[in-house]
């Protein structure tokens, strides 16, 4: 009987997340996957991740527990439609965020995290290259804004974070009484430019919770733009503090990835006796092209890593 390696994103809900061995982001989850080479991984997240976690552990098993625990910016990306647009920029480099499909992946130059997107950007411009960035609009439009790059973007959105509404969030931040100070927002950059203007600080769900745990808060509370699931990490981390999650059109303040919640107590149960989806349909060609963005950004992080700890 294989021994199963349960993984689960932050987004996952808690009594799955406490299932797993490893809590963390796709990527970092995808690597913990490959130093352990696990004969069986039960991937809790969402369809691209188990995806990647396949790319960089060929040997095992990877199982999804629900086969329809996709994500919009996979489904809003047709890959017929964004090969046209790739050639239109022949002449750029295709940065891609790992929340994409293989095939998505498969046509970059280089493939990027919420967290390392910013440095490796900046590097391309700075060694000369021009840019295109695919497939979230909203990180796009936020590095565009940051760092005044002009990079054509795809324009697919995460249905989550799409729906914070910035005219709440600035009412909200707006309405301090007499002797308070203002409210913290703290954002994922999956997020509308109208938020991110006003966050305080913008960054991966493990840079969030970095922030978290580092911030003298006192009273003040602190907004969160992100999905509920990292909340309780949050709370976890920092019962002191006063966390809240950043307001939806609806007025509501709930935010929840549907496809995430996918990963119920059962299919995760069921997943680690070898039932779900068996990520077992990668061709090679598909593997080998979107391996080599990713290995090249994994070198990057590690220039990063040994240049910051000399």
């Given at each position: 009987?294989k021994t199963?390696?349960?993984?689960?994103h932050?987004?996952t809900?808690?009594?799955?997340?406490?299932?797993?061995?490893?809590?963390?982001?796709?990527?970092e989850?995808a690597?913990i996957?490959?130093?352990?080479?696990?004969?069986?991984?039960v991937?809790?997240?969402?369809?691209f991740?188990a995806e990647?976690?396949?790319l960089l552990?060929?040997e095992?098993?990877?199982?999804l527990?629900?086969e329809?625990?996709?994500?919009?910016?996979?489904?809003q990306?047709d890959t017929?439609?964004?090969?046209?647009w790739?050639?239109?920029?022949a002449?750029?480099?295709h940065?891609?965020?790992?929340n994409?499909?293989i095939?998505?992946?498969?046509m970059?130059d280089?493939?990027?995290?919420s967290?390392?997107v910013d440095?490796?950007?900046?590097?391309?411009y700075?060694s000369?290259?021009?840019?295109?960035?695919?497939?979230?609009?909203n990180?796009?439009a936020?590095?565009?804004y940051?760092y005044?790059?002009?990079?054509?973007?795809w324009?697919?959105?995460?249905?989550?974070?799409d729906l914070?509404n910035a005219e709440?969030?600035?009412q909200?931040?707006?309405?301090v009484k007499?002797?308070e100070?203002?409210?913290?927002?703290?954002a994922?950059p999956e997020s509308?430019?109208p938020?991110?203007k006003q966050?305080d600080?913008i960054?991966?769900t493990?840079?969030m919770l970095?922030?978290?745990s580092?911030?003298?808060a006192g009273?003040?509370p602190i907004?969160v733009?992100?999905e509920?699931?990292?909340?309780?990490?949050?709370?976890?981390?920092?019962?002191?503090?006063?966390?809240?999650q950043?307001?939806?059109?609806?007025?509501c303040?709930?935010n929840?990835?549907p496809?995430?919640?996918?990963?119920?107590?059962q299919?995760v149960?069921d997943?680690i006796k070898g039932e779900g989806?068996?990520?077992?349909?990668?061709?090679?060609?598909?593997?080998?092209?979107a391996?080599?963005p990713i290995?090249r950004?994994l070198t990057?992080?590690v220039?990063?890593?040994?240049?910051h700890?000399?």
């Amino acid at each position: 009987m294989k021994t199963a390696l349960v993984l689960a994103h932050y987004y996952t809900i808690p009594e799955v997340q406490a299932m797993a061995d490893h809590v963390g982001d796709s990527l970092e989850l995808a690597m913990i996957a490959q130093r352990e080479k696990a004969d069986r991984i039960v991937f809790a997240g969402v369809k691209f991740m188990a995806e990647t976690a396949k790319l960089l552990n060929p040997e095992a098993e990877v199982i999804l527990p629900d086969e329809r625990s996709t994500c919009s910016l996979v489904t809003q990306t047709d890959t017929d439609s964004l090969k046209r647009w790739r050639d239109r920029y022949a002449d750029h480099a295709h940065v891609t965020y790992i929340n994409s499909s293989i095939e998505t992946k498969a046509m970059a130059d280089w493939v990027v995290t919420s967290r390392n997107v910013d440095n490796i950007v900046a590097h391309l411009y700075e060694s000369g290259h021009q840019v295109i960035f695919s497939p979230d609009r909203n990180m796009g439009a936020y590095l565009n804004y940051q760092y005044g790059y002009r990079m054509p973007l795809w324009s697919a959105v995460c249905e989550v974070h799409d729906l914070f509404n910035a005219e709440r969030v600035q009412q909200i931040l707006s309405a301090v009484k007499a002797g308070e100070s203002r409210p913290f927002l703290i954002a994922h950059p999956e997020s509308p430019l109208p938020v991110l203007k006003q966050a305080d600080f913008i960054g991966s769900t493990k840079q969030m919770l970095q922030w978290i745990s580092d911030i003298d808060a006192g009273r003040r509370p602190i907004y969160v733009a992100t999905e509920e699931g990292l909340l309780y990490n949050m709370r976890h981390l920092r019962a002191d503090l006063d966390i809240r999650q950043a307001p939806i059109y609806t007025g509501c303040q709930c935010n929840a990835c549907p496809y995430m919640k996918r990963n119920t107590v059962q299919r995760v149960s069921d997943a680690i006796k070898g039932e779900g989806f068996l990520i077992d349909y990668l061709d090679m060609k598909h593997i080998e092209q979107a391996r080599r963005p990713i290995e090249r950004m994994l070198t990057f992080d590690v220039k990063q890593a040994s240049h910051h700890a000399a």
